[in-house]
């Protein structure tokens, strides 16, 4: 993605959903100690997606079921769906190797990942430790 993207997606929301964002920024500023930021690495090394969803759904419940909709769909669904797109077609080149980052939420929730996405459209994926 390229920022421009990000930017795009961001500029799409609803005046209702950035009003919603930036009152949740403000509650996470206002109370750090609610973010479980710091313990992700961890999480993610013990492959604990459980902990990872439930963080999802605290930092992005926007108390209405119609914005945190819409945050996600725009932020991971949608992005999920263009990234495998990009992935394939990485994929499907003969003799080259490449190297993908990606954002940690765009792996990690089991309904909604570019792993998912892969999946459906037919590759195997599988998470190697990194112990």
């Given amino acids: 993605e390229t920022p421009e993207m ?3 997606i961001l500029c ?3 005046p209702e959903l950035l009003d919603a964002m ?3 920024g ?5 109370n750090p100690g609610q973010s ?3 313990q992700w690495p961890d999480w993610w090394q013990s492959g604990d997606t459980e902990k990872f969803v439930a963080a999802f759904d605290a930092e992005n419940d926007f108390h209405s079921p119609g914005l945190t909709a819409e ?3 725009a932020l991971l669904t949608r992005r999920n769906q263009h990234m495998a797109d990009v992935l394939c077609g990485y994929l499907e080149e003969d003799g080259r190797n ?3 980052t990606v954002g940690l939420y765009h792996l990690v929730l089991p ?4 792993l998912v996405e892969l999946e459906n459209r037919g590759y195997k994926v599988e998470r190697l430790d990194g112990r």
């Fill in 71 to 73: 945050y996600k769909d």
């Fill in 6 to 8: 990000q930017l795009e």
């Fill in 98 to 100: 490449f190297f993908v």
């Fill in 22 to 24: 930036v009152l949740s």
């Fill in 111 to 114: 309904d909604d990942s570019v």
């Fill in 12 to 14: 799409n929301f609803s």
């Fill in 26 to 30: 403000c509650e996470l500023v206002l």
């Fill in 36 to 38: 479980d930021v710091s």
